[in-house]
């Protein structure tokens, strides 16, 4: 059963930078993405990042693009993902979700079968 655990959420002030961490357990199969979501309140969950587990294939949602950086490192028994943001704003609050799903890969919810329970990321100006 594939799991997902978000860490490193917390106040930040805008301008500031945050690290989340996601570890990912209980699956292997080739061609599997990972990806970052961001969710406020009332609305749905945005796509942030995604990418690819063994090749490393990346992509970033338009409004991050220079201040987020997605990255992973594999073991055998599982992989972490890790999202860095810089220059923060306080548009970034939000709650934050890591998801799994195979090829094709996608920056849209609801195509993601697997999803950790967040970790939240207020931004304060």
């Known amino acids: 059963q594939v799991q997902l655990k978000e860490s490193g959420g917390g106040s930040v002030q805008t301008g500031g930078s945050v690290r989340l961490t996601c570890v990912a357990s209980g699956w292997y199969q080739e061609r599997q993405c990972l990806a970052w979501f961001r969710q406020v309140p009332g609305k749905g969950r945005d796509g942030v990042a995604r990418?690819?587990?063994?090749?490393?294939?990346?992509?970033?949602a338009d409004d991050v693009v220079g201040r987020a950086t997605i990255s992973v490192d594999n073991t055998e028994t599982q992989s972490t993902v890790y999202l860095e943001m810089i220059s923060l704003k306080t548009e970034a609050s939000g709650v934050y979700y890591c998801a799994a799903r195979p090829w094709p890969y996608t920056l849209f919810d609801n195509t993601y079968d697997h999803w950790g329970q967040g970790t939240q990321v207020p931004v304060a100006s």
């Open positions: 990418i690819e587990v063994e090749r490393g294939n990346l992509a970033y």
